[in-house]
């Protein structure tokens, strides 16, 4: 008996489609809806660009008769069409098979097509340009979207660092720019920046924008893999709070070479690696399981190994920039250089390009709408003269013709940064050569100090007898010891962390280098030969609101404005470029302790993720000097 009412009700239901009538009452409850929903933008897009696929509707573009990669089946389609609408694509096929109506066509006939290159793991603020600006650096160069580890700008302001990034789509900029959220935020349990990201905060951030990808590299391995740790309980809880928002949840895994760790590093849910060294670590990474970043060197390394060992499967491996400043990026390229060289080095042509496009996008599980040259995708499309050596001619973001010939086309959006992007560095006072003294106990005429160095990793920190002078303890510049401070830019108390140094800084007298972008933290650190220079240089960079700072034999010779975060400029390539390339000049005029000219690695110089041990920090209660050993606490004073 249901079965025949059931029946009965289909019936009328159909009766009623063929006379174009449908009464509420024949609807079946399952396809009734009470109170429908507003669809969202993504939704009404989608239903347009439906009924531009069925050529219902005319499109805006065609991009016609090129040849187009596919990366789903890793094949090259000749004589294809790409339809393009707005600025998603809506077809894709044979040339002229389409059947609607369309305003422009671009010829691209002769030429290859692939989808536009996005940064699986990048730090825009590195290119020290803020992102409207890095849009027209990069895009010329086939990059139309980019994961941002964001744990640079979420320490200098955590509550506004989603808003941050969202602000240039708005303005209309064609960069796509996917939040992963600083886990290193801050890097370690032993600083305090501005921002401090556990559960509530992650998870908040994910929930608010669906251009929020995940957790940022999770770096801090001491904190992930010791329960007695202080960071434990922070890092933890933003791991559990991006898997809670199905987030994805990268890594840092530096110094890791062991399958032990390699296994733990997996165990514990990080998805990717980008700090592979040698190619057999970076071998064992992947085949556990593990997402690999291939950059610069780790390139060289990885690729050619893998061709050696006949690895048929590269979807889970991408090529990235990571950190890269204006100025080299205009040297060396970024994403462009970087398939170019797996492709050098052995890799197939059409697994470099999805090395940057689709792998990357599956990831960031935004490969719907980033990724391909696929219908729903935005229309980021890189028009090729040459496959092999990445000769890119044209560049279409977002449906419109970005650059051509390696210059970028669009106007540039004039952003108004708030203060909390521009107001970031409070010292709280001048500071004074007296600042930087380091006083020994009474009645020393020397004393044992400990003495820092770049990428410090040494279990046992290391030190050196000093004289000592008036109670004030002297640098070794016959030794290259000079010294070293971390200046706290957040709380405006103007609290300094300061010891001796080498390995990296300038010999020159009364001289100094000072910066704001201070991986990871980005307190400003200042190495130099003379106090005096050290404080000319810090006061320099508060007055600027931050920036990168050279003094030479007590006077400023160079400089780089960041008013943006203390880490960026809102400022054309060009004037950026040759502020940094200003800054180099002058350097190669000094004497370097190392190599000369300009010590790059001064803005990793107090980096304090693993595999590092021994760092100095900004003093913080129980520990008057700063400096502590990452992986357990342990401090001791720079002075006995």
Not at 410 to 427: E, S, V
Not at 469 to 487: E, L, P, S, T, Y
Request: proline residues 6%; contains cysteine.
């Amino acid at each position: 008996m249901k079965s025949t009412l059931i029946t009965a009700a289909l019936a009328a239901a159909l009766s009623g489609l063929s006379t174009g009538v449908l009464a509420d009452a024949a609807v079946p409850t399952a396809t009734r809806v009470e109170h429908p929903i507003t669809f969202s933008e993504e939704t009404k897009v989608r239903q347009h660009l439906l009924l531009v696929s069925l050529g219902r509707e005319p499109a805006d573009l065609i991009i016609r008769g090129a040849t187009v990669l596919n990366v789903f089946t890793s094949q090259w389609d000749a004589d294809q069409d790409i339809v393009v609408q707005g600025k998603r694509i809506a077809w894709v096929g044979p040339e002229g098979q389409w059947k609607g109506k369309a305003g422009k066509v671009f010829e691209a006939k002769g030429l290859w097509a692939v989808p536009g290159f996005g940064e699986s793991h990048k730090h825009i603020e590195s290119s020290m340009l803020s992102p409207e600006y890095e849009a027209a650096l990069v895009i010329p160069l086939g990059n139309t979207w980019t994961t941002e580890g964001s744990h640079e700008f979420s320490n200098v302001s955590g509550v506004h660092n989603v808003e941050f990034w969202n602000t240039p789509g708005l303005h209309g900029s064609p960069l796509k720019i996917f939040t992963a959220l600083g886990s290193a935020t801050p890097p370690s349990a032993f600083e305090v920046g501005g921002g401090n990201y556990a559960y509530k905060d992650i998870a908040a951030n994910i929930r608010s924008s669906p251009w929020v990808q995940g957790l940022d590299e999770v770096m801090d391995w001491p904190a992930v893999s010791e329960p007695t740790h202080p960071g434990h309980q922070r890092i933890w809880e933003d791991i559990q709070a991006a898997r809670d928002n199905r987030g994805v949840i990268d890594g840092h895994g530096a110094g890791l070479r062991d399958l032990a760790r390699i296994n733990a590093f997996v165990a514990a849910g990080l998805s990717s690696d980008h700090e592979t060294r040698e190619a057999e670590e970076a071998w064992d990474k992947l085949s556990h399981g593990l997402f690999l970043q291939l950059r610069d060197q780790n390139i060289e390394h990885a690729v050619p190994y893998f061709v050696k060992k006949g690895l048929k499967d590269w979807s889970n491996i991408s090529v990235v920039t990571d950190d890269r400043n204006v100025a080299d990026t205009l040297k060396e390229g970024t994403m462009n250089y970087h398939v170019q060289l797996a492709i050098k080095l052995g890799a197939p042509p059409e697994a470099a390009y999805e090395m940057a496009s689709l792998n990357p996008a599956r990831h960031a599980h935004m490969e719907d709408i980033v990724g391909s040259i696929a219908p729903g995708r935005y229309a980021d499309v890189v028009l090729l003269n040459n496959v092999r050596n990445v000769g890119i001619k044209y560049v279409f973001a977002n449906g419109e013709l970005a650059a051509q010939d390696g210059r970028y086309l669009l106007p540039i959006p004039k952003i108004h940064w708030p203060a909390w992007a521009t107001d970031t560095i409070h010292i709280g006072r001048k500071l004074t050569a007296k600042d930087f003294e380091i006083r020994a106990p009474a009645g020393k005429t020397t004393v044992t100090a400990a003495v820092q160095t770049p990428m410090y990793t040494d279990p046992e920190q290391k030190t050196v007898t000093l004289p000592v002078i008036n109670g004030v303890v002297q640098r070794d510049m016959a030794h290259d010891i000079i010294k070293v401070a971390i200046v706290d830019r957040y709380t405006g108390r103007g609290k300094l962390g300061k010891m001796f140094w080498s390995g990296l800084g300038p010999k020159t007298p009364d001289s100094a280098v000072a910066t704001s972008v201070s991986h990871d933290l980005h307190n400003i650190t200042v190495v130099g030969s003379s106090d005096a220079a050290m404080a000319l240089a810090v006061n320099r960079i508060a007055e600027l609101k931050g920036g990168i700072v050279l003094v030479n034999n007590g006077k400023v010779t160079a400089e780089m404005p960041l008013e943006i975060g203390g880490l960026m400029t809102s400022r054309p390539i060009e004037a950026a470029a040759a502020s940094m390339n200003d800054l180099y000049a002058k350097a190669d005029s000094m004497e370097w302790i190392g190599a000369p000219g300009f010590p790059k690695e001064v803005i990793f110089a107090m980096i304090t993720c693993s595999p590092f041990t021994w760092r100095l920090v900004v003093p913080y209660p129980g520990n008057p000097s700063g400096l502590v050993l990452l992986q357990t606490g342990q401090i001791m004073p720079t002075i006995q």
